[in-house]
C-alpha cells in the first residue's frame, strides 16, 4: 500500500524533550511524583507590565490582521534593539517578525539552502538545526562541541571542513544544550575563514544573548563585514519567560528580510498582532523582571554544578550561559539514554540523554536548571540514592 506522506516526512526529526515531557506527565497521572529538569522552559510567570501592555491592545483593537513582516513599530524596536545590543546599525525593514523564533530558523534555511548544499552546525545542539537540514535536502556538516575545549568548536576542525559547497554556517551562543559561549576571539576566527566568501551566510542563535553569567554576549554580525553575511535569530521566550506568547524575530539584510516576510505570507499571514505589541513593553518597559530572573538562574547554576560534581560517577562543567547544565556521566557505566530512562522511572527525575542534541551527545545529559532551588536539590539526592542502589 502506498504511503499517503511525502518522502521528504522522513527526514523530518522532532525535539526528545516534548516526548520525555509526555512520558513523565503519564507517570505524573499514575501517581508518580515527578521533578521536571527536561523543558526549557523559565518556570517565572511572564512580567506583568508585558500581561497589562498584551490585554490593553488587545482591548485596543489589535485583533486583526497585520503585515507579515511585522507591525511597523515593532520592526522600529527591535531595530533599535540590535543596534543597540550588537553594536550595529539595523533598520526596520531589516526585520521580519515570527510566532516564535524557530520560524527564522526553518525559513532561513528554506529560502536560502539548496539541495545537495552544506550547513555546518553545532554537536550536541538545538536538534532543529540538523531536522530542517535534511528537510530541505542539503548535507548536514557536524560541528563537535567537545568538553576539553569549553564545549566550544574546534577551529581547525571548522576550517577543514569550510568547503565550496558550504552554504550556511549555525552558531548558537550561548549554547544549547551546553551553556558554551563563543568568545570574540572565535567569532573572529570563524569570520576570518568566510570574508571571501559572499555566498555563505551564518545564522546566529542569540535566543539567550540576554541569560549570560560572566562577560558579555559577543555576536558575530558585530564584526567588520559580517552584518550582510549574519542571520541573527531572537526572540522573547527565553528572557521574558513568554514561551508560550510565541513571539521571535530575525535581523538580516533587506532582501533577504523580504524572502522570509514571502514565506510568512504563505504560511502564517502574520503574527499575534497584540502580542508584538506586548514585545514592545517587553523591549522598551523596566529590565528588572529579566535582570532578577538572571540572579536567581546564576544562584542555581552553582547549587546545581555542585551538586552533580558530588554524585559519583557524573562531572558537571559550568555552563558560561543559558539555563542547561550538560554533565558527564560516563563514569556510571550507563549510555545516557539508559541513564535518562532510569533515572525518570527510578528517581522520578526527567532529564534529556546528550544524544537528543546529536550524535556527540553521547556521555552526558542536559538537566534544565529553570526550576526551583528546592526541586534542584530534591533532584540531585534523588539522583545520587538512584545512583547508589545499581
Not at 570574540?184 to 555563505?200: H, S, T
Not at 504560511?267 to 523591549?283: K, P, V
Not at 558537571?316 to 535518562?340: E, H, Q, S, W
Amino acid at each position: 500500500m502506498n504511503s499517503i506522506f511525502a518522502k521528504r516526512m522522513e527526514t523530518l526529526g522532532t525535539e526528545t524533550a516534548f516526548e520525555v515531557l509526555a512520558k513523565a506527565k503519564a507517570l505524573e497521572k499514575q501517581g508518580k511524583d515527578v521533578i521536571h529538569l527536561e523543558i526549557g522552559e523559565p518556570d517565572f510567570d511572564t512580567p506583568k507590565n508585558i500581561k497589562e501592555a498584551a490585554v490593553k491592545a488587545l482591548y485596543s483593537g489589535y485583533t486583526h490582521y497585520v503585515p507579515s513582516a511585522g507591525i511597523p513599530e515593532f520592526r522600529e524596536t527591535i531595530a533599535e534593539y540590535i543596534s543597540k545590543t550588537r553594536k550595529i546599525k539595523a533598520e526596520a525593514d531589516e526585520v521580519v517578525v515570527t510566532p516564535g523564533a524557530k520560524p527564522i530558523m526553518f525559513f532561513a534555511i528554506l529560502a536560502c539552502v539548496n539541495q545537495g548544499e552544506e550547513v555546518m552546525y553545532p554537536n550536541p545542539g538545538f536538534p532543529i538545526y540538523e531536522s530542517v537540514i535534511n528537510f530541505v535536502g542539503a548535507k548536514p556538516v557536524p560541528l563537535p562541541l567537545k568538553e576539553e575545549n569549553d564545549f566550544r568548536l574546534d577551529l581547525e576542525d571548522f576550517k577543514k571542513k569550510v568547503t565550496k559547497k558550504t552554504k550556511m554556517i549555525i552558531l548558537n551562543s550561548p549554547e544549547n544544550p551546553t551553556g558554551g559561549v563563543l568568545t570574540k576571539d572565535y567569532l573572529k576566527a570563524i569570520a576570518d575563514c568566510i570574508e571571501d566568501r559572499d555566498d555563505v551566510l551564518v545564522l546566529s542563535d542569540e535566543i539567550y544573548s540576554r541569560i549570560i553569567y560572566e562577560g558579555e554576549h559577543e555576536s558575530i554580525a558585530s564584526l567588520p563585514g559580517m552584518k550582510e553575511k549574519t542571520i541573527i535569530l531572537d526572540g522573547f521566550s527565553k528572557t521574558y519567560a513568554m514561551t508560550g506568547w510565541r513571539l521571535g524575530y530575525g535581523v538580516m539584510r533587506k532582501d533577504l528580510a523580504q524572502k522570509i516576510a514571502q514565506l510568512m505570507t504563505n504560511s502564517n499571514s502574520c503574527t499575534c498582532a497584540f502580542i508584538q505589541m506586548a514585545g514592545i513593553e517587553a523591549l522598551k518597559g523596566p529590565q528588572t523582571e529579566p535582570e532578577k530572573m538572571n540572579a536567581e538562574f546564576k544562584k542555581r547554576r552553582e547549587v546545581i554544578v555542585s551538586g552533580l560534581n558530588k554524585i559519583k560517577g557524573i562531572t558537571c562543567k559550568k555552563p558560561r550561559g543559558a539555563f542547561y547544565v550538560f554533565p558527564n556521566i560516563t563514569g556510571t557505566g550507563m549510555d545516557c539514554r539508559k541513564l535518562g530512562d532510569y533515572l525518570l522511572n527510578e528517581a522520578g527525575v526527567a532529564v534529556l540523554p546528550g544524544t537528543a542534541f546529536g550524535k556527540y551527545g553521547e556521555g552526558y545529559l542536559r538537566l534544565s536548571f529553570a526550576n526551583s532551588i528546592e526541586n534542584i536539590k530534591k533532584a540531585l539526592d534523588k539522583i545520587d540514592n538512584a545512583l547508589k542502589k545499581r
